[in-house]
């Protein structure tokens, strides 16, 4: 399918439902694509082929996979699910259409022993339920997200005079 026809529906079709359909295929695709670029990396690194492509590890990462911080994080969702764990295919697949953020996290406590659990919680919940959870099984306190978004959203609808009085409240108690 063309990528500029993506969003064309034919008349006979359900709309909604077809376009929901191409959407959960596209998240899947992007999804799976962290696991795919997370090995690619892994191997660059381990085998220091980035060398000839820039003069650090670093700067390729930077030119090459948008980030040093994204590189680094597909690399360890990489090595956490498909290298530690060895999830099968299927497994993989389903993880494929779920938040890359909320796989990172789960990283820090998902073993072989809980890995069910954890997996079945990362295709079932939500990014901001997934921080939580994690947060929960490492026993810290748990940060509202939510709130933290509000919070944003009011500080972009501020002038510029506005922000500046903000940020200098918030630094005079930090």
Request: hydrophobic share 40%; with cysteine.
């Amino acid at each position: 399918m063309e990528t500029t026809q993506i969003a064309v529906v034919e008349e006979n079709q359900d709309v909604g439902h077809t376009l929901y359909e191409r959407l959960q295929h596209a998240k899947k695709m992007v999804g799976g694509g962290i696991f795919a670029i997370g090995g690619i990396l892994s191997r660059f690194k381990r085998e220091e082929l980035w060398k000839g492509y820039a003069d650090s590890w670093r700067e390729f990462c930077a030119s090459e996979a948008h980030s040093y911080s994204f590189a680094q994080t597909a690399i360890r969702i990489y090595e956490k699910y498909i290298v530690e764990l060895a999830l099968p295919e299927d497994t993989i697949d389903d993880l494929s259409g779920r938040d890359y953020t909320a796989l990172d996290k789960a990283c820090k406590i998902v073993t072989k022993k809980n890995k069910d659990e954890w997996i079945g919680k990362l295709i079932t919940l939500a990014r901001q339920d997934i921080v939580k959870e994690v947060s929960e099984a490492q026993g810290q306190e748990t940060i509202d997200i939510s709130a933290i978004d509000r919070l944003v959203a009011a500080f972009r609808k501020l002038d510029y005079e506005e922000r500046g009085e903000f940020l200098k409240k918030i630094s005079e108690i930090t």
